[in-house]
């Protein structure tokens, strides 16, 4: 439900980061409070080319099922191949952490 976002503008702006933040664990949230076991695999593109995922999800310590469900999705498809366009992407010099 939420594609991915390049964090620069995240970084720069904390009301954004902290929405996008609440956007994402408003779906894994309630599994990591039930203890649930989840993996995410690629599963297409938005329109605007960023890459999203889907999320199985298992009942507690059922982590091979979870593995296993996620396994046999990549092996009937082939997103797990594709990458995105990155093209717009800079290569930025690094920049010491504060």
């Given at each position: 439900m939420v594609p991915a976002r390049p964090l620069e503008p995240?970084?720069?702006n904390h009301d954004a980061y902290r929405e996008y933040n609440l956007k994402l664990n408003r779906n894994a949230g309630i599994g990591n409070v039930l203890g649930l076991c989840g993996v995410s695999v690629p599963c297409g593109f938005t329109t605007d080319g960023l890459p999203i995922g889907v999320t199985v999800t298992a009942k507690p310590?059922?982590?091979?099922t979870?593995?296993?469900?996620a396994y046999a999705y990549e092996r009937a498809t082939s997103w797990h191949e594709r990458r995105p366009?990155?093209?717009w992407a800079e290569p930025r010099s690094a920049k010491p952490m504060v």
């Amino acid at each position: 439900m939420v594609p991915a976002r390049p964090l620069e503008p995240l970084v720069a702006n904390h009301d954004a980061y902290r929405e996008y933040n609440l956007k994402l664990n408003r779906n894994a949230g309630i599994g990591n409070v039930l203890g649930l076991c989840g993996v995410s695999v690629p599963c297409g593109f938005t329109t605007d080319g960023l890459p999203i995922g889907v999320t199985v999800t298992a009942k507690p310590f059922d982590e091979a099922t979870a593995l296993r469900v996620a396994y046999a999705y990549e092996r009937a498809t082939s997103w797990h191949e594709r990458r995105p366009d990155l093209s717009w992407a800079e290569p930025r010099s690094a920049k010491p952490m504060v």
